[in-house]
Structure formats: C-alpha cells, structure tokens
Nanobody, 120 residues
Framework: VQLQASGGGLVQAGDSLRLSCAAS????????MAWFRQAPGKEREFVTT???????LYSDSVKGRFTVSRDNAKKAVYLQMNSLKPEDTAVYYC???????????????WGQGTQVTVSS
C-alpha cells in the first residue's frame, strides 16, 4: 500500500492550497481517508476525515476553511485549504483505515507527508 501526498508549499496568510493524496495497493473505495498534520515540536493532530460514503468530520481549527473530498475512480483524496493561517504550518499526512475515526493511532496506512508553510 502506498499513499503519496503532494501539493504542499510556501504561501502567505490568506492564500489557498490544495493537497492531494494518491493511493495504490488497496481497494480505495472501502477505506476511510483522513488528513493529519504535525507542526515542529507538537504531536500529530487530526485535521479531517472522509468516510467511504463521503461523510466528513473536521477539527474545530479548520472547520469552515478546509474541505476534504475524494475521487474513488482516481483513488485520491484532496484537501482544499482556504484562508490559511501561520498556525496551519505543518507537515500534512494522509492516512487510510477501515475505521471512521479521528484518532491517529487507529490508522493503518500513512503517506510520507507534504510540508505546508504559511508566512504572516
């Protein structure tokens, strides 16, 4: 199983970015997908998850600014990030599991991460 995250970069506060995560080696349509992030010196934190049926959950810190979506035909999950803030700076990871959960420890498969840096 491989999860390949991409789309990170350096942006200014208020800008937008779209992250992508391409999956291979798994039956994508039966997996719930999630995005987590980890800032330097901090624990990995939940950002959002989308179920195989496209139900979604968001952390309070990103609700209303970030939107998760999936394309089962392309085996991909996306994270549209708008109105970015400096506190959104982190490495963003996509994850997959058959459980629909916000807990990082429950996810079986992880991507390698993509850096998002938001300057003020």
């Amino acid at each position: 199983v491989q999860l390949q995250a991409s789309g990170g970069g350096l942006v200014q506060a208020g800008d937008s970015l779209r992250l992508s995560c391409a999956a291979s080696g798994l039956t994508f349509s039966v997996y719930n997908m999630a995005w987590f992030r980890q800032a330097p010196g901090k624990e990995r934190e939940f950002v959002t998850t989308i179920s195989r049926g496209s139900s979604t959950l968001y952390s309070d810190s990103v609700k209303g600014r970030f939107t998760v979506s999936r394309d089962n035909a392309k085996k991909a999950v996306y994270l549209q990030m708008n109105s970015l803030k400096p506190e959104d700076t982190a490495v963003y990871y996509c994850a997959a599991d058959t459980a629909f959960t916000t807990k990082a420890g429950s996810y079986t498969y992880w991507g390698q991460g993509t850096q998002v840096t938001v300057s003020s």
